[in-house]
């Protein structure tokens, strides 16, 4: 079923979300990867706070290449998601609504998602470019200093997404495996 959100996401919104809807976001998704995850966990260590409201907010797993003359960013592909397994957890706890990535996730990020009541999207892996076309603005906002792994903040409009592990814990991944 195809279903439209606005980020930040509501918890009402994940929770109607289901393991294979297609969705499509539009508004406010922040970009990090592994180097930003490690900050933010270093920066929450010494009690300070994070670079952005993590509340309800999504963070989509992904680098982007240089932009083209005319375009607000480059090619925008997912990264695969496992690598931030470890950093997942404590941000869900903060308050963190979704994340878009590709790939498995690790038992403890699928308890955690069941906790906290949020949503793992995948978005398509090698379609980087063709996603870089429902970007409409990306500014980096912490760790300049990272290059393409800074954090930014994106909008989007119609950003193709498709729901891989619901509030429930339903996992998309393990459902096609079994048929």
């Known amino acids: 079923m195809d279903k439209i959100i606005h980020g930040p996401i509501t918890k009402d919104e994940a929770k109607s979300l289901k393991a294979g809807d297609y969705v499509y976001i539009t508004g406010k998704i922040y970009t990090a ?5 490690k ?3 270093e920066a929450l ?10 509340k309800n907010n999504m963070i989509y797993y992904m680098g982007p290449s ?5 375009r ?13 397994d470890k950093y997942t957890p404590e941000l869900l706890d ?15 990020v699928i308890d955690s998602i069941v ?12 379609a980087g470019a063709l996603l870089s076309k429902c970007i409409l603005s990306s500014k980096i906002i ?31 991944y393990e459902m096609v495996m079994k048929q």
């Open 115 to 126: 906790k906290n009541q949020a949503v793992y999207f995948a978005a398509v892996g090698g």
């Open 45 to 54: 260590e010494k009690g300070e706070g994070l670079p952005f409201n993590i």
């Open 66 to 70: 240089p932009a083209r003359e005319g």
């Open 142 to 172: 912490a760790y300049e200093d990272l290059g393409p792994e800074a954090i930014r903040e994106l909008e989007v409009e119609n950003f193709p997404v498709i729901v891989v592990i619901d509030s429930m814990g339903n996992n998309l």
């Open 39 to 41: 900050r933010m966990k």
């Open 94 to 108: 903060l308050g963190m609504g979704a994340m878009i990535g590709k790939g498995k996730r690790s038992q403890a």
């Open 72 to 84: 607000p960013i480059g090619s925008a592909g997912p990264t695969t998601a496992s690598r931030m």
């Open 33 to 37: 990867r592994d180097a930003a995850h």
